[in-house]
């Protein structure tokens, strides 16, 4: 399944990543999640089950990303006998692509500085 953020090993520690783009897109853990379980699924419906969010919270991630990218980030086939199912365009693709290499780059960036602040955190109770 998607991963939400990136843990740090051995600890309850992750690292959450927002990206806030020129053109008022904002990119996330939850919508990259979305985009990745419906490249997985094949199915919007099937993203939302996947990930516990309804189908119109599913289609409103989707939708907030084409309307804010200015262009699709999942294309769709209608249902029937011969079924339906979605799948990420390029720019779909690319979002999820670089989503992860961005998180995974301040992940590593941050290593030393969450390793050595969660030293100083009392744990929980």
């Known amino acids: 399944m998607a991963k939400a953020a990136t843990r740090q090993p051995g600890s309850g520690t992750r690292l959450s990543i927002r990206l806030d783009l020129d053109r008022g897109a904002r ?17 919007i419906s ?3 089950r996947a ?23 999942v294309t ?17 693709q690319a979002v999820v692509t670089r989503y992860r290499a961005i998180e995974a780059a301040c992940a590593a960036a941050a290593h030393a500085d969450l390793t050595a602040l969660q030293a100083v955190v009392a744990p929980p109770a």
């Open 27 to 43: 990119i996330g853990p939850g919508k990259v999640a979305v985009l990745e379980a419906i490249a997985q699924t094949g199915s």
């Open 76 to 92: 769709t086939a209608a249902g029937g006998s011969g079924g339906g199912g979605a799948s990420l365009t390029e720019l779909g």
């Open 51 to 73: 990930l516990r969010i309804s189908y119109r919270r599913t289609w409103q991630l989707v939708e907030d990303l084409n309307a804010s990218l200015g262009a699709p980030v």
């Open 46 to 48: 099937a993203a939302g």
